[in-house]
C-alpha cells in the first residue's frame, strides 16, 4: 500500500515540477504559482523518501499541500496548455491518494492494535495526553479537526472574528499546511458579503495613443512616457479597462510595476511601451 503511495508522490512531484517550470508569462501571479509549486515538489521529495515510514498524517500534509499548489495554478491568468494539464495532472494525483486513505487508515491501525499494550506505558514515557480540545494550542486543535474527519474551512468560517484572527495568525507562522483551508473561508465569508457595485471602465485618455493589443486581445493605449535617467524612466499605459503605472529599465528592457512585479514585454504593444520611454 505505502509503496503505491511512493509512486504516487513521484507522480506529484513530476507534475509539481511541470507546472513550476511549463508557464512562459513573466507574471506576478505566474512567479508566485512557480515558486510555490517548486517548495512542495522539493518536500514531496523528501515525503518520497521516507517510503513506508509514510503515515496518514503526513499524506493529509502531501494532499493540503497540493491543493495550494493546485490554487496557485488556477489563479494565474491566461493559463496555457502546459499549466491546464499540470492542474489536472495533480487534481488527478490528489483524488487517487483521497481514494487510498480510508485503506491507509485502516491499515495503520490494525498495525497500532497488534503493538504490546505495555508499549505506550513504559518507564519514563509520558501517560498519552488528556488535554481538552480548547486548551491546544490553535495549530494542534485544527489538526485535531482534520484527523477527526470534519472540515477545517467550516470551522474556521465559523468562528467568531477574535478567533479566526488567531488561527489566521498561527497558520501564517507554523501550520501552514492549513492554508488551503484558510482560503476557502475566507472565500466563503467573501461570497456573503454585499456586491458592491462595479467601477465604470476607464475610457483610454483622449491624448492616449494606441499602440496595439496585448497577447490577451485588450488593447493598448500609452497614457504618459518620461525619461528620468541614463537607466529608463517612467510610464503610465491603459490595457483593456485598467491602467498601469511603472518604472521601465531600458537595460533589462522590463516594466517594474507595484502591482504586477517586474515583466518582460510579451507582445509588441507593450514593447511600444517600453519604447515610448527608451527611444
Same mark, same amino acid.
Given at each position: 500500500?505505502?509503496?503505491?503511495?511512493?509512486?504516487?508522490? &513521484? *507522480?506529484?512531484?513530476?507534475?509539481?515540477?511541470?507546472?513550476?517550470?511549463? $508557464?512562459?508569462?513573466?507574471? $506576478?501571479?505566474?512567479?508566485?504559482?512557480?515558486?510555490?509549486?517548486?517548495?512542495?515538489?522539493?518536500?514531496?521529495?523528501?515525503?518520497?523518501?521516507?517510503?513506508?515510514?509514510?503515515?496518514? /498524517?503526513?499524506?493529509?500534509?502531501?494532499?493540503?499541500?497540493?491543493?495550494?499548489?493546485?490554487?496557485?495554478?488556477?489563479?494565474?491568468?491566461?493559463?496555457?496548455?502546459?499549466?491546464?494539464?499540470?492542474?489536472?495532472?495533480?487534481?488527478?494525483?490528489?483524488?487517487?491518494?483521497?481514494?487510498?486513505?480510508?485503506? %491507509? @487508515?485502516? +491499515?495503520?491501525?490494525?498495525?497500532?492494535?497488534?503493538?504490546?499494550?505495555?508499549?505506550? !506505558?513504559?518507564?519514563?514515557?509520558?501517560?498519552?495526553?488528556?488535554?481538552?480540545?480548547?486548551?491546544?494550542?490553535?495549530?494542534?486543535?485544527?489538526? *485535531?479537526?482534520?484527523?477527526?474527519?470534519?472540515?477545517?474551512?467550516? $470551522?474556521?468560517?465559523?468562528?467568531?472574528?477574535?478567533?479566526?484572527?488567531?488561527?489566521?495568525?498561527?497558520?501564517?507562522?507554523?501550520?501552514?499546511?492549513?492554508?488551503?483551508? %484558510?482560503?476557502?473561508?475566507?472565500?466563503?465569508?467573501?461570497?456573503?458579503?454585499?456586491?458592491?457595485?462595479?467601477?465604470?471602465?476607464? +475610457?483610454?485618455?483622449?491624448?492616449?495613443?494606441?499602440?496595439?493589443?496585448?497577447?490577451?486581445?485588450?488593447?493598448?493605449? %500609452?497614457?504618459?512616457?518620461?525619461?528620468?535617467?541614463?537607466?529608463?524612466?517612467? @510610464?503610465?499605459?491603459?490595457?483593456?479597462?485598467?491602467?498601469?503605472?511603472?518604472?521601465?529599465?531600458?537595460?533589462?528592457? &522590463?516594466?517594474? !510595476?507595484?502591482? $504586477?512585479?517586474?515583466?518582460?514585454?510579451?507582445?509588441?504593444?507593450?514593447?511600444?511601451?517600453? /519604447?515610448?520611454?527608451?527611444?
Amino acid at each position: 500500500m505505502k509503496t503505491r503511495l511512493a509512486l504516487f508522490i &513521484t *507522480a506529484i512531484a513530476s507534475a509539481v515540477a511541470v507546472a513550476a517550470l511549463g $508557464y512562459a508569462y513573466n507574471t $506576478y501571479k505566474a512567479s508566485e504559482a512557480k515558486n510555490l509549486c517548486q517548495s512542495i515538489a522539493t518536500e514531496l521529495e523528501a515525503f518520497k523518501a521516507e517510503g513506508n515510514k509514510l503515515s496518514t /498524517d503526513k499524506v493529509q500534509a502531501i494532499k493540503d499541500r497540493l491543493v495550494d499548489c493546485k490554487v496557485a495554478l488556477q489563479a494565474v491568468p491566461f493559463k496555457g496548455e502546459d499549466i491546464q494539464r499540470s492542474i489536472i495532472k495533480v487534481d488527478d494525483v490528489d483524488k487517487q491518494i483521497t481514494a487510498m486513505m480510508p485503506m %491507509l @487508515v485502516i +491499515a495503520e491501525g490494525l498495525q497500532n492494535a497488534f503493538k504490546p499494550a505495555s508499549s505506550a !506505558t513504559q518507564p519514563g514515557q509520558p501517560a498519552p495526553s488528556t488535554t481538552k480540545f480548547e486548551n491546544l494550542p490553535p495549530c494542534e486543535q485544527l489538526d *485535531a479537526i482534520a484527523k477527526a474527519g470534519k472540515s477545517v474551512a467550516d $470551522y474556521l468560517d465559523a468562528s467568531d472574528e477574535t478567533a479566526f484572527k488567531t488561527y489566521q495568525g498561527a497558520i501564517k507562522t507554523s501550520c501552514t499546511w492549513h492554508q488551503s483551508q %484558510l482560503d476557502v473561508a475566507i472565500a466563503k465569508w467573501q461570497a456573503r458579503q454585499p456586491k458592491s457595485a462595479q467601477p465604470a471602465p476607464i +475610457a483610454p485618455s483622449s491624448s492616449g495613443s494606441f499602440l496595439g493589443n496585448a497577447v490577451t486581445g485588450e488593447p493598448v493605449y %500609452l497614457i504618459s512616457a518620461s525619461r528620468v535617467n541614463t537607466t529608463g524612466g517612467q @510610464v503610465t499605459y491603459q490595457i483593456g479597462s485598467d491602467v498601469v503605472s511603472g518604472y521601465v529599465n531600458c537595460k533589462t528592457n &522590463t516594466i517594474n !510595476t507595484a502591482a $504586477y512585479g517586474s515583466f518582460s514585454p510579451q507582445s509588441q504593444a507593450i514593447q511600444r511601451v517600453i /519604447d515610448a520611454v527608451c527611444r
